[in-house]
C-alpha cells in the first residue's frame, strides 16, 4: 500500500520569498509521483508529476519538484512566491502499474504582500 | 473545451432523500474516479471505473453508489444520505496509460450539504 505525508498543513511565505511545500512518501514499488494544486472554488489541477526520468521535474508557474529516493521525498519549490500562488497543494503518489492514487492531505499557501 | 462537467455544484438536500450527482467528460477518458475532500484529510477516492461497466471501491465507498453505461458518464448516488456524507465532491478522468502515470482532469467540484 501507498501513502503521502505532507508536512505542514498550512504554510506561509511573504511574497518574493522561497516557498517549500514538503511530501515524503511511502510505496513498496517504484512509485509515480505528483504535485496538484487546487485555486479557490477551484477543481484540482496538474502542477508537476514525476515519472523516472529525471530526478529533477520542473511544473508549472515556475514550480519544481526533486526526487530523492534515499529520503523518500519529493517536496515541491519555487524560488520566488508571487500573491498568485496562493492555493492549497497536494502531493499525490501512484505505484507503477496501478491507476490508484492516493493524495496528501494537503497544504495551504499563503503568501503575505 | 476539454474538461470534465458536474451538477449539481451545490445542494442542500436531508437525510434520507436519494440523490444524484452527475459527472461527464468529453475527453473520451476510460479512467473516471470520484472523490471527497474534507478540511483534514484531503481527498479520499471513493469509486472508480476502469472502463464501461468496470468500477471498483475506492477507500470510502460506503454510502455510495456508481455505475457507468456509457463512457462519458459515471454518476454518482446516494441513496440514503446522511449528515456525514456533507463534504466537497470531485469527478475525475483520466486516459489509461498502462504505466499507470496518469494526469487526472477534476470537475470543479460539487458541495454537498446533508441536514
Known amino acids: 500500500a501507498q501513502s503521502v505525508t505532507q508536512l505542514g498543513s498550512h504554510v506561509s511565505v511573504s511574497e518574493g520569498a522561497l516557498v517549500l511545500l514538503r511530501c515524503n512518501y511511502s510505496s513498496s514499488v517504484p512509485p509515480y509521483l505528483f504535485w496538484y494544486v487546487q485555486y479557490p472554488n477551484q477543481g484540482l489541477q496538474l502542477l508537476l508529476k514525476?515519472?523516472?526520468?529525471?530526478?529533477l521535474v520542473k511544473g508549472i508557474n515556475g514550480f519544481e519538484a526533486e526526487f530523492k529516493k534515499s529520503e523518500t521525498s519529493f517536496h515541491l519549490t519555487k524560488p520566488s512566491a508571487h500573491m498568485s500562488d496562493a492555493a492549497e497543494y497536494f502531493c499525490?503518489?501512484?505505484?507503477?502499474?496501478?491507476?490508484?492514487?492516493?493524495f496528501g492531505t494537503g497544504t495551504r499557501l499563503t503568501i503575505i504582500p | 473545451e476539454a474538461q470534465v462537467t458536474q451538477n449539481p455544484r451545490y445542494l442542500i438536500t436531508v437525510t434520507g432523500k436519494k440523490l444524484t450527482v452527475t459527472c461527464s467528460q468529453n475527453?473520451?477518458?476510460?479512467?473516471m474516479s470520484w472523490y471527497r475532500q474534507d478540511p483534514g484529510l484531503g481527498l479520499r477516492q471513493i469509486y472508480y471505473?476502469?472502463?464501461?461497466?468496470?468500477?471498483d471501491k475506492g477507500d470510502v465507498p460506503e454510502g455510495y453508489k456508481v455505475s457507468r453505461k456509457e463512457k462519458r458518464n459515471f454518476p454518482l448516488i446516494l441513496e440514503s444520505p446522511s449528515p456525514n456524507q456533507t463534504s466537497l465532491y470531485f469527478c475525475?478522468?483520466?486516459?489509461?496509460?498502462?504505466?499507470?502515470?496518469?494526469?487526472?482532469?477534476f470537475g470543479a467540484g460539487s458541495r454537498l450539504t446533508v441536514l
Open positions: 499525490a503518489v501512484s505505484p507503477f502499474g496501478n491507476e490508484k492514487l492516493t
Open positions: 471505473s476502469m472502463n464501461v461497466e468496470v468500477t
Open positions: 514525476y515519472t523516472s526520468a529525471a530526478t
Open positions: 475525475a478522468s483520466s486516459d489509461r496509460v498502462v504505466s499507470g502515470a496518469n494526469v487526472l482532469t
Open positions: 475527453m473520451n477518458h476510460e479512467y
